[in-house]
């Protein structure tokens, strides 16, 4: 069965830095246009950023260019998201999320499958 599993997520202070990885089953990761999306505390799940299958295409929100960066490594069937300048905004369970299609959607309906989440919290 084909699974993502996000990890890297923890506590920061304001103005700090993360990395989230996504491992994904080997086999399978060439074949996905990957993204990270984010459920804040009591709000809905949002776009972060895309990637398409070759890695030559990516998409961020508004709220988070200039500060992070979506990248894979096919080698280790891992999809990256480093976050740098870190908000309390940021705040929210981070998930991962893939798609049979060449290129990455803002939709979060465009993807079949998700991984469980992983925490980051920004706070002083």
């Known amino acids: 069965q084909d699974q993502l599993v996000e990890s890297g997520g923890g506590s920061v202070q304001p103005g700090g830095s993360l990395r989230l990885s996504c491992e994904v089953s080997?086999?399978?990761?060439?074949?996905?246009?990957m993204a990270w999306f984010r459920q804040p505390p009591g709000k809905e799940r949002e776009f972060v950023g895309s990637?398409?299958?070759?890695?030559?295409?990516?998409d961020s929100a508004d709220s988070v260019k200039g500060r992070f960066t979506i990248s894979r490594d096919t080698a280790k069937n891992t999809l990256y998201l480093q976050m740098s300048n870190l908000k309390p905004e940021d705040t929210a369970a981070y998930y991962c999320?893939?798609?049979?299609?060449?290129?990455?959607?803002?939709?979060?309906?465009?993807?079949?499958?998700w991984g469980q989440g992983t925490q980051v919290t920004v706070s002083s």
């Open positions: 999320a893939a798609s049979r299609s060449l290129f990455g959607s803002r939709n979060a309906a465009h993807y079949h499958l």
């Open positions: 080997e086999g399978i990761f060439g074949t996905y246009s």
């Open positions: 990637i398409s299958r070759n890695g030559g295409t990516g």
